[in-house]
T-cell receptor, first 113, second 113 residues
Framework: DTGVSQDPRHKITKRGQNVTFRCDPI?????LYWYRQTLGQGPEFLTY????????KSRLLSDRFSAERPKGSFSTLEIQRTEQGDSAMYLC???????????FGPGTRLTVL | SQQGEEDPQALSIQEGENATMNCSYK?????LQWYRQNSGRGLVHLIL?????REKHSGRLRVTLDTSKKSSSLLITASRAADTASYFC?????????????FGKGTLLTVNP
């Protein structure tokens, strides 16, 4: 399967713990995006990479959130000192340049107890 | 914000009937994309219509775009139970942020067998 993959698919953690999620985009896609989705809502944009450069970070992302994309390939999203409000589905997507369709991964569902 | 707003929020039809969903947005767009989300397959891109296009077809899907009214519609013909899902429109900005999709809450379509 050459689609976008995310790991883990599910994560349960206790409040205050750190978590890290991984996204592997489609190999030829230089754009990578992270979104967050809560129940009953559409996905909300978090951040965007073009190759290894993080070009935009949403105001939704507090200082506890950090994302990286070393070497312009896979990306990681880390949440430090998790809070119950961080519970959500975290979606990764990738695309070619020029504003075309975005291909989404299956998501990582985070539950913070 | 360039958020797409879908209407209605929920739609229930019988198999074989047509389903129409509408989307409104606020400012100039480069293109507008429709996505489907169900529990089995995550968020899947359906169709993209550019700002200079008025209508586009893909299989049983028909999308229209009226830039003067800042609105779009998605028609699914001869619906099937497998079409049961949430449908989101996502306008793509024509300005500098021509990569960030902003989703509304979606239309929850239920197709009854």
């Amino acid at each position: 399967d050459t689609g976008v993959s995310q790991d883990p698919r599910h994560k349960i953690t206790k409040r205050g713990q750190n978590v890290t999620f991984r996204c592997d985009p489609i190999s030829e896609h230089n754009r990578l995006y992270w979104y967050r989705q809560t129940l009953g809502q559409g996905p909300e944009f978090l951040t965007y990479f073009q190759n290894e450069a993080q070009l935009e970070k949403s105001r939704l992302l507090s200082d506890r959130f950090s994302a990286e994309r070393p070497k312009g390939s896979f990306s990681t999203l880390e949440i430090q000192r998790t809070e119950q409000g961080d519970s959500a589905m975290y979606l990764c997507a990738s695309s070619l340049p020029h504003g075309g369709e975005q291909f989404f991964g299956p998501g990582t569902r985070l539950t913070v107890l | 914000s360039q958020q797409g707003e879908e209407d209605p929020q929920a739609l229930s039809i019988q198999e074989g009937e047509n389903a129409t969903m509408n989307c409104s947005y606020k400012t100039s767009i480069n293109n507008l994309q429709w996505y489907r989300q169900n529990s089995g397959r995550g968020l899947v891109h359906l169709i993209l219509i550019r700002s200079n296009e008025r209508e586009k077809h893909s299989g049983r899907l028909r999308v229209t775009l009226d830039t003067s009214k800042k609105s779009s519609s998605l028609l699914i013909t001869a619906s099937r139970a497998a079409d049961t899902a949430s449908y989101f429109c996502a306008p793509l900005n024509s300005g500098g942020s021509n990569y960030k999709l902003t989703f509304g809450k979606g239309t929850l379509l239920t197709v009854n067998p």
